[in-house]
């Protein structure tokens, strides 16, 4: 019984580090301009392709775009550039009213 609980300790005392270590971060980017199934996979292409990223999933319903990445690389800062060069915009919150072209954005205005 005593043995019991002196490995229920050392496990206490050892699963953070072992969470810590090697452990990916995530954040959810929120994107304006996504459109159509084009838009969505264009932008998980060009975000999966930043180094640093492990995984990355948009939906176009709620506009966000989630990075599963290597917090060491730290991509997030040329994830929201890859973005925004494709000529969508990464917003910093939900409210915020800008607009933005994306690939099929064709109002004919001009
Ligand atoms: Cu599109």
Do not use: Q, W
């Not at 929120?30 to 838009?39: E, L, N, P, T, Y």
């Not at 290597?70 to 890859?82: F, G, H, M, N």
């Not at 973005?83 to 001009?110: L, P, Q, R």
Request: net charge positive; with cysteine.
């Amino acid at each position: 019984m005593k043995r019991l609980l002196v490995l229920l300790l050392s496990l206490a005392f050892l699963t953070p580090s072992v969470i810590a270590a090697g452990e990916k971060e995530k954040t959810v980017l929120k994107v304006k301009g996504m459109h159509c199934a084009s838009c969505v996979s264009m932008v998980r292409k060009s975000v999966k392709k930043v180094d640093g990223v492990e995984e990355a999933s948009v939906s176009i319903e709620t506009g966000e775009v989630t990075v599963v990445y290597d917090p060491a690389k730290k991509p997030v800062e040329s994830v929201v550039k890859a973005i925004n060069k494709m000529g969508y915009k990464v917003v910093d919150d939900a409210s915020s009213a800008a607009t933005s072209k994306g690939c099929c954005d064709t109002k004919t205005d001009e």
